[in-house]
């Protein structure tokens, strides 16, 4: 299979490959998995994605599969827990955020009726105008952030070369508003 640029190099790792062939870019109907996108680029901040991609399990096991519900109600235990798992990134300010934005997620589901509905009503935005409303409604999402999570969602184009295969793939099952 052709990759993307930053694919093709014999430095990149497996694990690198494998997220771009079946992860980066792609659509996720599902808030939790969404939700879990974005703490894993929350906390991607400062370090490498490999480092992530590499904890990915332990950050799923830690944030009970990303299920928002339980996020939002994590008790000061439940931060200490996670502050003391060396399995994922122990930052007291992106433990918080997760759990701050979980809690705001749960207030979207009310207006909106979920995260990916939030997303969609807001599609299509700039990313300066994303950025902007995710720094009113989130904590720790600067523009990397928030440009790697709506790229790697489908939300913003750039992910993949218009020549790799993995691109066609998503465009296929990209609904047509969403191209915009």
Aim: hydrophobic share 35%; aromatic share 12%; net charge negative.
């Amino acid at each position: 299979m052709s990759y993307c640029v930053y694919c093709e190099s014999p430095k990149t790792k497996e694990v690198h490959k494998v997220y771009h062939d079946q992860q980066y870019g792609f659509p996720i109907a599902e808030d939790d998995d969404l939700f879990g996108r974005l703490i894993l680029e929350i906390n991607q901040a400062g370090l490498s994605w490999e480092t992530i991609l590499n904890k990915q399990t332990n950050f799923e096991e830690a944030y009970s599969n990303f299920n928002i519900e339980k996020i939002a109600s994590y008790t000061e235990e439940d931060r200490e827990r996670l502050l003391s798992n060396a399995g994922i990134i122990r930052n007291k300010l992106k433990v918080n955020a997760a759990i701050h934005n979980a809690q705001q997620v749960l207030h979207m589901r009310q207006e909106f009726g979920s995260f990916k509905k939030w997303l969609d009503i807001h599609h299509p935005l700039s990313r300066e105008e994303w950025t902007k409303l995710f720094k009113k409604t989130f904590k720790f999402v600067g523009g990397e952030i928030v440009n790697e999570f709506l790229m790697s969602t489908g939300y913003l184009p750039g992910a993949h070369d218009e020549d790799c295969p993995v691109f066609e793939e998503i465009i296929k099952l990209k609904p047509k508003w969403l191209e915009s």
